[in-house]
């Protein structure tokens, strides 16, 4: 399989899929799998929960809005996001401009059955994590219903969630550079009919 060309946004809430199905859609493709969290954890040297207690949630934000900026290949690779970082002011349009947006989705009570045993998401250490989650997505629903292709994953297995999500990029990535390469102005320089008339 050749390497993408357009990049893939995985978004949604914690705990959908995002890292794990990012991971096997790279591998599927031969592409770079680029999972923000680990990156941002990767440069800063400490787990994401650490930089929400020692330097606090906004700088988490600005971090991965710097990524998004200005931190990853323009092309070619498959961005899993943090459950948070699509619902920033702008940060939808921007990742609609990069590449194929694919928001996964799951009832809440699936993403407390997937990250009960973790304790690496910092914003679900406490002692009701359902409730929690309760009060967050309320927030965040509106955003992430506009974020590009939603794929239910509740009772689904992965391979079924990975099937249909490399359809669905396949699809919209054939759509993207058609608009795209449209947008763009033509390669050949604009004097060269002449000279083969010439
Ligand atoms: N469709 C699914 N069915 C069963 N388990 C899943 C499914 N999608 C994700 N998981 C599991 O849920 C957990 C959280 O997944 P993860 O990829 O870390 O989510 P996210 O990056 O969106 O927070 C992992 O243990 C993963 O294997
Ligand atoms: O939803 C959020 O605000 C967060 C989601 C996490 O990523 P996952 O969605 O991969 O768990 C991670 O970025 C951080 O703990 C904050
Ligand atoms: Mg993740």
Redesign the pocket.
Request: charged share 30%.
């Given at each position: 399989m050749t390497t993408p060309v357009v990049n893939l946004y995985?978004v949604?809430?914690?705990?959908?899929?995002?890292?794990?199905?990012?991971?096997a859609i790279a591998y599927r493709l031969g592409a770079k799998l680029i999972?923000v969290?680990a990156t941002i954890e990767r440069e800063q040297g400490k787990p994401v929960s650490k930089i929400f207690e020692e330097d606090g949630e906004p700088v988490f934000r600005k971090l991965e809005r710097d990524f998004i900026e200005s931190g990853h290949p323009a092309r070619g690779c498959i961005v899993?996001c943090?459950?948070g970082l699509v619902v920033q002011p702008g940060m939808l349009e921007l990742l609609d401009s990069r590449g194929v947006v694919i928001c996964?989705h799951?009832s809440l009570e699936t993403v407390l059955k997937?990250?009960r045993h973790?304790k690496s998401?910092p914003l679900l250490n406490v002692e009701d994590p359902l409730a929690r989650m309760r009060e967050i997505y309320s927030v965040r629903e509106p955003i992430y219903r506009k974020a590009g292709t939603l794929l239910l994953?509740?009772n689904?297995?992965?391979p079924?969630?990975i099937a249909h999500a490399m359809r669905v990029y396949k699809r919209e990535a054939a759509d993207f550079l058609r608009t795209h390469r449209l947008a763009e102005p033509p390669a050949t320089n604009p004097a060269a009919p002449d000279d083969r008339a010439g």
């Open positions: 995985l949604g809430f914690m705990g959908t899929g995002k890292t794990t199905v990012g991971r999972d969290d899993a943090g459950g996964l799951a997937r990250t973790s998401r994953t509740d689904r297995s992965l079924d969630v």
